[in-house]
């Protein structure tokens, strides 16, 4: 009986653990040892020549001059990435980094400014992944209605982003798909919502086993 205790705390812990460094990282800690994690992010950004093709979509940026696409994309614990492709959906390279909350990104000329919504703080990169600049005091009016909207167009070719797949419109009006990560993203948040299940039901049999006690208790008294 001791053991099956044990062994119920020990997996409580471990499912409840984990949900509250999420939580906490998802709703309001910025500060780790003193540094704000946006600012931070932005220089922790490296180059990589690796396709993270895994990962959901959370928003694009269509480079005028030459076609190339950037994307941002979410993985799990923090990874972030923005991933550059030619017009037609071939790699190129990409920035990977760390950061607890959302991220946006845009072109700069051949530059990738890359955003960390909640730090407020945008980072612009060159092509061998060298920090240019850090620019602080970004309006989120800005991010949510131009870097990161669902609908662009550019050079008269209108582009669209809905649950991670990014559609191209031909002159006729079709779609053509450049990027389709819809079910990757139907997976990830299936992850979530498993995980949360489980713990419910973790609590309600240790809340019932409390109750339960409680009764006993009371019976005997």
């Not at 550019?154 to 990560?181: M, Q």
Request: net charge negative.
């Amino acid at each position: 009986m001791m053991k099956m205790k044990y062994l119920f705390r020990i997996v409580s812990a471990v499912l409840i653990v984990p949900l509250v460094i999420v939580l906490a990282y998802r709703f309001g800690v910025n500060y780790h040892f003193g540094m704000n994690y946006g600012l931070f992010a932005s220089y922790g950004i490296k180059l990589t020549e690796s396709e993270f093709d895994g990962y959901i979509i959370d928003c694009f940026d269509v480079n005028a001059h030459t076609g190339n696409i950037l994307i941002c994309c979410e993985g799990m614990m923090s990874i972030k990435t923005v991933e550059i492709y030619t017009s037609e959906g071939s790699f190129q390279y990409g920035y990977t980094f760390l950061d607890p909350g959302s991220i946006a990104a845009e072109w700069e000329g051949d530059n990738v400014i890359i955003y960390s919504v909640r730090g407020g703080y945008g980072t612009v990169v060159d092509r061998e992944g060298n920090t240019i600049e850090v620019r602080s005091e970004i309006g989120d009016s800005y991010l949510n209605q131009e870097v990161c909207a669902d609908d662009k167009t550019v050079g008269g070719t209108k582009y669209r982003l809905r649950h991670s797949k990014l559609v191209r419109f031909a002159p006729d009006g079709s779609e053509i798909t450049v990027f389709d990560r819809s079910g990757r993203r139907t997976l990830f948040d299936l992850s979530i919502a498993v995980y949360f299940i489980v713990l419910f039901t973790v609590a309600i049999i240790w809340i019932a086993r409390v109750w339960r006690k409680n009764l006993q208790k009371m019976a005997e008294g």
